[in-house]
């Protein structure tokens, strides 16, 4: 296995380059490439062609390898397979939006959750993501946006498809945060303090581990919170979130109020309207028909929330299918009749397998 140089710690590089009869000062120019996310040694300009060369005989850059990338019709998404050391594989995701820059990131390879509507757990978990192997997902991303004019001045608002910065962190993609929470912590320290992104742009989603929910607590950081809750009573959560044997709803909510109220933030709740095919191949709603509406309402009764409706991603080893637009809309009004802030989440990147859920190891692929 090839050493990787962003891991190494400034003394351990320069010894690295002295080793190689280099000059030190090739060392710091180096880490400035890696800082700024070189995702190979082809791009670092000033260093002579035939180093360059030996460097990539002999190490790698970044903890992690794009494999491919994707870019959705839109081109606003892009989606990158990235290989770690261990040649495990992880997704992460880049989104240009109207408000910034956002970045979705993988926590673990695989996931060990077992939900049954989502593509990540389908072959279960390899093993938690470092903090640098997270980092370096962003900085992958921040390369895309702005590849070697790293020391641009100029400021571009949001939406400008110029705009070079990523601005938002999402930690939704492959893996649950809060079984790698100390990591998590890590990884968010670090893009706070040495990307500034702030707090307030960042968010971790999970699906309800409490104990780690009130880690982020005494954490202590005003980040936002999102809730993967998918259905508004036990006994239909169980039946498609096996961690509901372990939390129940209350005691996920209570953890996630004490969080949002703690922090002064708004609660993000995501519900995925489900439907089934019936034996005439009809489709019956799952979670979604208004009764489940009004059940979800009397959950957020007082709070300080905002529940993300997810019309359902398309996974084709899951048994389940999406509703109609008419049927989202008439569950959307009863949440809104009830007092409830909502709204609809814009899928970004379907056509390449990049919307919520369709994250997966890529062996996983039929
Ligand atoms: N494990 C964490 C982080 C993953 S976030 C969590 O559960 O929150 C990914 C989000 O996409 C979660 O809300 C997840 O429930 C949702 N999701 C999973 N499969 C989906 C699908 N097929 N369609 C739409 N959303 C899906």
Redesign the pocket.
């Known amino acids: 296995m090839k050493p990787i140089l962003f891991n190494f710690t400034d003394k351990e590089l320069e010894t690295f380059v002295t080793d190689m009869g280099l000059p030190r000062f090739r060392a710091k120019q180096i880490r400035e490439w890696l800082n700024r996310g070189a995702p190979d040694f082809s791009v670092m300009k000033n260093l002579p062609s035939d180093l360059r060369t030996k460097l990539d005989e002999n190490a790698r850059t970044l903890p992690v390898k794009i494999v491919q990338k994707l870019e959705s019709s839109d081109n606003q998404t892009t989606k990158f397979l990235l290989e770690l050391n261990d040649c495990e594989q992880i997704e992460c995701v880049l989104m240009r939006t109207t408000y910034g820059n956002s970045v979705c990131v993988s926590s673990q390879a695989g996931?060990a959750?077992g939900?049954r509507?989502?593509?990540s757990t389908l072959l279960g978990l390899k093993r938690n993501l470092t903090i640098n192997e997270m980092f370096a997902q962003v900085l992958i991303a921040q390369w895309e946006l702005r590849g070697d004019k790293f020391n641009t001045k100029e400021i571009r608002p949001n939406g400008d498809p110029n705009n070079n910065d990523v601005s938002h962190i999402v930690v939704?993609g492959t893996?649950?945060?809060l079984q790698n929470t100390e990591n998590v912590i890590g990884f968010l320290e670090r893009a706070n303090n040495e990307l500034n992104i702030s707090w307030r742009r960042i968010t971790v989603?999970?699906?309800g581990i409490v104990p780690g929910i009130d880690a982020l607590n005494t954490w202590g950081r005003p980040i936002n919170l999102?809730i993967?809750l998918?259905a508004p009573d036990d006994e239909l959560r169980t039946q498609i979130m096996p961690i509901n044997n372990r939390y129940k709803i209350t005691e996920v909510l209570d953890a996630a109020f004490r969080f949002s109220d703690t922090h002064n933030r708004q609660l993000m709740i995501?519900y995925?309207l489900l439907g089934r095919k019936n034996q005439n191949g009809e489709t019956e709603l799952f979670n979604a028909t208004p009764e489940h509406a009004e059940k979800l309402s009397n959950l957020m009764r007082g709070h300080n929330v905002m529940v993300n409706l997810?019309p359902?991603?398309t996974?084709d080893e899951?048994d389940f299918a999406s509703i109609s637009g008419n049927a989202v809309h008439r569950f959307q009004d009863i949440l809104i009749k009830n007092g409830v802030h909502t709204r609809i989440r814009r899928e970004r990147g379907a056509d390449i397998g990049s919307?919520?859920?369709?994250l997966r190891l890529k062996n996983a692929k039929k």
């Open positions: 996931c959750m939900c509507f989502c593509a939704m893996g649950e945060p989603s999970t699906c999102a993967s998918h995501e995925i997810i359902w991603n996974v899951r919307a919520c859920g369709q």
